[in-house]
């Protein structure tokens, strides 16, 4: 009996769902209706299963982009995306890692749902335009031009991603260690002068509803924070990058951030319950 290609390609459809959706819980279910419809299929008449588990998903995920950008409208505070534990072996792969981050996630949040299929598979998974356009239903002409345009979008909105691992890992590590004691100059000195915070407690967890600016403020709320008597902060790897784990009274937030020429230029801090679910179940993200 040869190997189910959903089986063998799960990963990647899941994977596929999560960048277009940023909820690993609606690319859950369109990974599961995916499956749904794969089994309906007369298997014999597909050529490229690959290609067109792919179409399947994306057109699936592409239907719940549109019925969620309601709910997301009336979300309370920043809607931020669902932080995934990954394994070393994403963060190898160094364009998977940049592209499945909080960071590129959160800009991909601003793109329109046929934008965010295009740029998600020409230029994550580099699938050709004649493929892109028989799933979005435009010509490979159009669907050319929607890349372009959400190419230049996401470009002036990305931050400038530190490659270098080693240099975001220093970055981490300092911002831990000033944690751990309430070192207000140790966090300034590991955060950027600019430097951004975005919560999101989906009114359901206390989080800032706007985001934080500025090293002085950011560092004084970040000193404040890990005075609580059982602040507890974890190494961890979220989405691919180096992130933190912070536990206090039973509650947990996942901290994503962005490094830029040595200094933390953005913090993600996700602490909606119902978004940390599968802190301690490890996604596996393929490409």
């Not at 010509?139 to 996401?154: C, M, N």
């Not at 989906?202 to 500025?214: C, D, E, Q």
Request: proline fraction near 5%.
């Amino acid at each position: 009996m040869t190997d189910d290609p959903f089986v063998t390609h799960r990963s990647l459809l899941f994977t596929v769902a999560y960048e277009m959706l940023g909820s690993a819980a609606d690319a859950e279910d369109v990974v599961q209706e995916t499956w749904l419809r794969w089994a309906e299929v007369d298997k014999a008449e597909v050529h490229d299963p690959r290609a067109y588990l792919v179409r399947i998903v994306t057109r699936q995920a592409l239907n719940r982009l549109r019925s969620v950008s309601r709910r997301r409208e009336e979300y309370i505070g920043e809607w931020l995306p669902e932080p995934l534990l990954t394994s070393p072996d994403v963060a190898e792969d160094v364009e998977l890692a940049e592209n499945v981050s909080i960071a590129m996630l959160t800009v991909l949040e601003t793109l329109g749902p046929v934008e965010r299929a295009v740029f998600v598979l020409h230029e994550v998974f580099e699938t050709p335009y004649q493929e892109i356009a028989e799933v979005v239903s435009k010509t490979p002409a159009a669907v050319r031009q929607i890349a372009h345009r959400a190419r230049e979008h996401v470009a002036a909105r990305r931050p400038r991603m530190q490659v270098d691992r080693a240099q975001q890992q220093a970055a981490v590590e300092k911002l831990m260690a000033a944690l751990s004691t309430g070192d207000v100059q140790g966090l300034m000195e590991v955060i950027a002068p600019d430097v951004v915070v975005i919560a999101d407690g989906g009114g359901i967890a206390t989080a800032a509803r706007k985001p934080i600016v500025g090293v002085e403020r950011v560092a004084a709320f970040l000193a404040r924070a890990a005075k609580f008597p059982d602040f507890m902060t974890t190494p961890t790897c979220f989405n691919g990058m180096p992130g933190i784990r912070i536990d206090v009274g039973g509650e947990a937030t996942a901290v994503s951030v962005v490094v830029e020429d040595g200094l933390i230029t953005r913090v993600y801090a996700i602490r909606n319950p119902h978004k940390l679910e599968r802190l301690d179940k490890e996604a596996e993200l393929r490409r």
